[in-house]
């Protein structure tokens, strides 16, 4: 069974199955879902074949407009046709998804969901960009999960065959799309039995054709377009039956099994929260932390939410509920509230489940974290005598103060695992070097993995953060570690730049990449790093890495001896084990280029153990000033709540002081301003 | 007072105003909304000066999309700036939308709301295109009539400036946008006194400029980008009642008020329709009809659509009200319901009024017709034991059975109100001279008045027709006539093409432009024609226009014979006055080309008088078959109701037989087919 699984992130795994099930892929790249398009790309230029033996045609258009009307186009050639995009990539493919959708022809659009750019662009993720596509008269199907995305495209490929109706299949972008976890994904056989070959007919004798000419597109009068436009209605409401017997068809085959609505948490719940996305995997965390001190709580989670099946959700929905909290990804100004609220305010209206009190909220706008604590905080806010409502949470909002208030020191993380987080430089290899480190993991050691990897949109050159757990129970912590095991500072002069060590549990490990020894690094420290160092009990260590990647011939390439170090010390696996694997790994990675080379790498990780150090960490902080220039930040800078280097200067204006600082020094989310933290 | 009206369509009426109040007009032209370009365009092109006696720069860009991103720049530039869209047209402004209201920038788009093209294009007017943007953060602003048109784009200037949010106005494409009325404009001064110059100078030094630098558009990260997003929420507080204040300001200058939400009718109504758009006037002749009967009901129009003011929702909802039909124009297929549905179930969840069955209903999607007779309809749904939900009103679903039967023959109709529909071709100058006659009986004579032109999607060539109204009373019938007291052919070939004269009241009188004078025509009219002359007591009256207009040196254009013809036998101003009246517009049209034209023209006038035949009715039809090919069709042509000129050959495919010959025939509506007509 090991071997059935993978690691590799949605976008990788959502990409495999549409290649296999595409013979047109039209392109055009945009943040979080280019990978997608490129892998694709690469592939067909690797002359790698789809499910039928041939290889998908991939062209890259002018724009998201051009892919839109380019798919358009070779669907009604009979094509089975596929893109990607996010934010106002989507935007653009709007006025061709009302047609595709019109004409009632099977497709698939991938999403990594993304905001849109508003009163600032962001890159990253939310709701907002398909939520401005549901009312094209497309499917929706959500997945919350890498395992999910890998297991819903190949859902939305086979419905989308079986019901003529388009699919959005869409996912948070970044959280998901760059999450890389090990999962299993579907195999060939399994692709090829969900995929019916009659309906692969069907949809090709419907192409436009001069052996069998009909007319479809046409411009129509009011004598006859309403009555056209209501032709489709059969066909959505066969829909969601037809998803479902996907769902139902895919379970046999893998064992993993969905529903339209998927319900997680008591069975007599009083008290639910109704979501898509990733986020419900930090809130099936905080249920099942609350149910043991015996809350009646739960999560209703929409899989399919266009069409949506009012029935298939009232069934879902524990028939005690008395209150339910509605979370959206998404904000849109001027109305009453966002979509999903809306859907749902309807949906029990019309399945007669009156006397239940609904509250909606808005939550990670942008890839704002969302954590077990602020699920927490949403079912405290549903015990309320009145529960407040068009809250949002994760934010401290002190303009209109819709916010609520949470306990960010509320954990759930699993003891059983391993949490470990990385700094580097964008581009400086760390990343690269982690992501292999998962695979190590997660593929050869068998250990479920995860890696999510902080990067600003300023992209190369600036801080990268990776966050990554691992242990032998499924891992569903879709946020950010902030108790980790092991911290890692592969750039000595981020230590007066950023607070990491506040993301350091008690008695965790930190390794530094450090031009200076043991003996010397003590003294070289900001004094407010010594202190964490010290309160913290930090098993404290070493390594000159750009000297062992220089000894070795690697130039200033740290990332090999910086993983040597991380499976040296973290405990993940045992050491002999680890040691072990990364040498198989460096056999794998560097055979094609001689036995030299990689004869070259394992003696970089024999120099990166002996140039590994621990470092006997004083009973005291030291006094002495000058050694770093950041220990003594004279006191008027004042705004930055950790004393490190000031990152801007104390004349500057009040708002570049107050705000702007916070942001370059990593602490824009205002973490320690929200109460409770 | 009188003196104060004009006629015109909504489109020119509300491109005044935006021309009036922009400094910046970026167009691309797009059906129903091209006029407003085109004029804004002309009038920059003459040098007429706006508010501030600038002319504003207009811009014809590559595509919609060009236009909204050269509003979105000019608006940072600190000008004052609109454009004009619809359908597709406004889809592609999406994008830039999301950035002009997340950088809280007044302005106002103007759009004549249109179908969007899915399973066929439509170039008519539905709700489709504005609610793909309910969810970009704009204000919407709804108009029903010519003069709310009028109205609502100065309230919509004026109340965008205070707001700071930018405002989508809009009308129902070609309902209202093409409908030819006599309204009141706001006058210069009622301009001037709406919009403050204040808050102009206030967006003026928010401009972007070297001489106070400031950023804005950056990208933002997850570290503030969603507080970010929630700082516009007070602006979304605010901005109803600025609104409602902008409608205040507007009724004290005009006498004109509004609201927020504007009921009709019952003050103690059980049954309520939601509504917004032209369709309203239908509604609002339903009630008093019903009403009269002694029924408890009533209409709430809603005026601003975005942000949705819950409390002025309730506020203007009677108390008393047991059952709610919310109609939306438009569809979204795979939602539960359509978007103002949802909302108004949100609005009654959150103003606490439990108790209050509502369901939903879609209508006149591409300008299908919505009468009074369907407003009746969906009103006595709402009394039915259990009401139809998720119903269609005004086709014939006989495949998913949505749709409500409705008594087609149920009128409301004011006696007092000539009803006058005219047969032309697409560009033969009848559409013109009606205009011109619907100025003369609106501004000169003093009456109410109202044109509507039905032209399909061919254009030139194909046969257009015009439904005029005329009165003492105010026009609120938004819907095409089907009981004339006045029928006109204006094309001798027409005949036996179109039932036309079905849509002849009785008593009516039937104008036809005939080779043949009254003595030798009878004999050339098909059998169904004299039979509906014969049946319904007709007034039938000949002219040889060609001849009348040839004689006077006027070629081929019929256009002044025909609408001399119309003001002689009509009766809608005494024949004195009339002729009178169309002289003086003679003069003042070609006075500017000389005496001797305008002279000419009066000639042709007293010409036409002379040639103008009553033509005498014989008791019965003529038996004799050969005089006319289409008297005596053979039965197997069998699908077409009225036994006119076979339009498909017998043997053509049954679809073409059943489906496509009813269209050419004028028939694709049905109205035959319906339950009661």
Redesign the interface.
Known sequence: MQNSHVTLDANEAVARTAYACSEVIAIYPITPSSSMGELSDQWASEKKPNLWGTIPKVVEMQSEAGAAGAVHGALQGGALCTTFTAS?GL??M??NM??I????TPTVFHIAAR??????????GDH?DV??C???????LCSGSVQEAADFALIAHAATLEAR?PFLHFFDGFRTSHEVARIELPTVEQTRAMIDDERVHAHRTRALSPDHPVIR??????????????????Y??A?PHLVQQAFDRFGQLTNRTYRLFDYYGAPDADRVIVMMGSACGATEEAIDALRRTGQKIGLLKVRLY???D?SAFAAALPTTVRRLAVLDR????????E?L???I???L??SGR?GVT?VGG?Y??????FTPAMARAVFENLSAAQPR?HF?I??R?D??H?SLDYDAGFSTEDPGTVRAVFFGLGADGTVGANKNSIKIIGEEAGLNAQGYFVY??KKSGSVTTSHLRFGPNPIRSTYLITQANFVACHQFSFLDRFDMLHLAGPGATFLLNSLYGPDEVWARLPRPVQESIIAKKLNFYVIDALKVAAAHGMGGRINTVMQTCFFAISQVLPRDEAIAQIKKSIEKTYAKRGRTVVEKNWAAVDGTLQNLHRVSVPASAMTSDGLCPSVSIPAGNGEVPFSLRPPVPADAPEFVRR?TSL?IV?????KRCISGA
Chains 1, 2 share one sequence.
């Open positions: 106002q935007l653009l709007i006025p009302y047609k959708a019109g004409e009632l905001s849109i750019a508003a009163q600032g662009l962001s890159i990253f907002q939520m401005a549901r009312q094209t008269g497309w499917a929706m109706i597109g046409t411009a129509q009068n009011p004598d006859v377009y309403f009555q056209g436009r209501e032709t489709v209605n059969p959505y409401f829909c266009r069409p949506f009012v998404t904000k849109e100004p001027g109305s009453i509230a979509p609220y809306l859907d305010l309807a949906a209206h019309e009156s609904v808005r990670g706008l942008s890839s704002k974290e409502h949002t994760g934010i909002d303009v209109t819709t600003d949109s705000v942001m990593g602490q824009g989310n205002g």
